[in-house]
């Protein structure tokens, strides 16, 4: 069984994944960022991509992949870092990405690479759901990746529902707005809405809500909803502050309420 789907067979709610951009602050330090995330009770870790066109995330994140590029991040590179990840890390791991630079790698090529290095599942924002189904869903599943579905406040029920039955595992990341990636103080009660509105529908896969999560109000407010939680500008932040993994999840985790 895939980690990711092992993962919610297990714990149904309370699922916290935290997001990081490989190679930032630090070029060589995408393990022990992973380590240091397991090592603090997170339950999944999704390990950004860099790109210099991330249209879906805000500044925070956009100034991560910058400085990661600039301290010479690639895929090769990154598949170098994660090549013994598997050792030691057990939590189920997520490759965020956009298609160009993993077409340019060559989409095959990429999921072979994901398999032999342990990821489990893969998260390409700007690749539309019917272009997954025609013409990579068969090479994904081969190499037994899940590859995890964006919906939003504007995404129509229908187009959820063909996600969620489609899916043979995984889970659906529930986007809080239709805005870029960014801390926010609180959710309001239009978003609060959208994410009762989804639980309503019963879907069969369990759904993960990020975008925005940043304090306790947030937190609370998504995990309400949802089987969990994903954060990623205030881990990064906090990263970029301290450049020291351990110390920023643990305040990640005070600033959420876990501790």
């Not at 068969?138 to 899916?167: F, K, N, W």
């Not at 975008?211 to 407010?221: D, I, K, L, M, R």
Request: contains cysteine; hydrophobic residues 40%.
């Amino acid at each position: 069984m895939n980690r990711i789907d092992e993962l919610f067979k297990n714990k149904k709610r309370d699922v916290l994944s935290v997001y990081f951009c490989a190679g930032s602050p630090a070029p060589d330090n995408t393990a022990d960022v992973i380590r240091a995330l397991e090592q603090n009770g997170v339950d999944m870790v999704e390990i950004g991509i860099p790109f210099s066109d991330p249209m879906a995330d805000g500044p925070v994140i956009q100034d991560a992949a910058t400085r990661s590029l600039h301290g010479g991040m690639s895929l090769r590179k990154l598949f170098g870092q994660l090549a013994d990840i598997r050792r030691d890390v057990k939590i189920p791991l997520v490759l965020m990405g956009y298609i160009n630079p993993i077409m340019q790698y060559g989409f095959d090529e990429f999921c072979k690479k994901c398999s032999e290095t342990g990821i489990d599942g893969l998260i390409i924002p700007d690749l539309p759901y019917r272009e997954y189904v025609n013409k990579y869903r068969e090479t994904a599943r081969r190499h037994g990746l899940e590859m995890i579905m964006l919906i939003t406040p504007e995404t129509e029920e229908e187009r959820i529902r063909i996600i969620d039955s489609d899916s043979e595992g995984g889970f659906i990341y529930m986007v809080s707005s239709a805005a870029t990636t960014g801390a926010q103080k609180d959710f309001d009660a239009q978003k609060q809405a959208y994410f009762a509105r989804i639980e309503a529908m019963n879907l069969r896969r369990p759904r993960m809500i990020g975008f925005g999560v940043s304090n306790t109000a947030t937190y609370n407010a998504a995990a309400a909803h949802a089987a969990g939680v994903i954060i990623g500008s205030r881990f990064v932040t906090l990263l970029n502050e301290s450049n020291n993994a351990d110390s920023a999840i643990k305040q990640l985790l005070k600033d959420i309420g876990r501790i």
